[in-house]
């Protein structure tokens, strides 16, 4: 079992389609995640981050993590063509010296938003 | 505020030769770690730098090393380069990697390394 999964793609929706992407993670004492966006050949771009168990919103973006379900998903509403780009989740895992400064990525989400 | 800066920005070598790779943090970010990404691999954790001490290393080979200066700029070293090693190199910075709040990590543009 990978430490990250991300649900399998490529995703495509049309536009002003609400985009869902799901993460889930091994590590049950894992204390924070993060979602990045990246488009073809540039670096990782950081959408959000939740630490605790509910939902958060930012403008169109909303995450969700359930620390019981080990699952953390990000909806993007109203999705547009700009958003196409793959999406990585990212879990700082374990405790302590082992989790310094460690991100663990999931394989990404390749998201397309069709006009 | 500047956002964190990589150099150089493209690198090619060939096999056995070695390379440095230059990161600099957001200003008043001490922490900073070094991700490798390849296609095949994904994004995997090299090492993490923290007030110039290293604090925690991914399962990667000792050819691949770092360092942290006082002004919380880091550099990474390949040795003996060989051909797997071709990819993109990220650096990260955060305030600090406790597991808190502050351990947000923002990603430079990366280098990318071709071994020929």
């Known amino acids: 079992q990978k430490e990250v999964e991300q649900n399998s793609g490529p995703l495509s929706v049309p536009e002003g389609a609400i985009a869902s992407l799901n993460c889930t993670y091994s590590d049950r004492g894992s204390q924070s995640f993060f979602w990045y966006r990246q488009y073809s050949g540039k670096s990782p771009e950081l959408i959000m981050f939740i630490y605790s168990n509910g939902d958060k919103e930012d403008g169109r973006f909303t995450a969700q993590l359930n620390k019981a379900s080990q699952y953390v998903s990000l909806l993007i509403r109203d999705s547009q063509p700009s958003d196409s780009a793959t999406y990585l989740c990212a879990v700082n895992m374990g405790a302590g010296g082992t989790s310094y400064g460690k991100l663990t990525f999931g394989q990404g989400t390749i998201l397309t938003v069709h006009p | 505020k500047a956002g964190v800066t990589q150099t150089p920005r493209y690198l090619i070598k060939t096999r056995g030769q070695q390379v440095t790779l230059s990161c600099s943090p957001i200003?008043?970010?001490?922490?900073v770690s070094w991700y490798q990404q390849t296609p095949g691999q994904g994004l995997q954790f090299l090492f993490e730098?923290?007030?110039?001490?290293?604090?925690n290393k991914g399962n990667f080979p000792g050819r691949f090393s770092g360092r942290q200066f006082s002004n919380s700029r880091s550099e990474m070293n390949v040795s003996t380069l060989e051909l797997g090693d071709s990819a993109l190199y990220l650096c990260?910075?955060?305030?600090?990697?406790?597991?808190?709040?502050?351990?947000?990590?923002?990603f430079g543009p990366g280098t990318r390394l071709t071994v020929l």
């Open positions: 200003s008043g970010h001490r922490s």
């Open positions: 990260a910075s955060s305030l600090t990697s406790g597991g808190a709040m502050t351990d947000t990590q923002y």
């Open positions: 730098y923290f007030s110039e001490t290293q604090r």
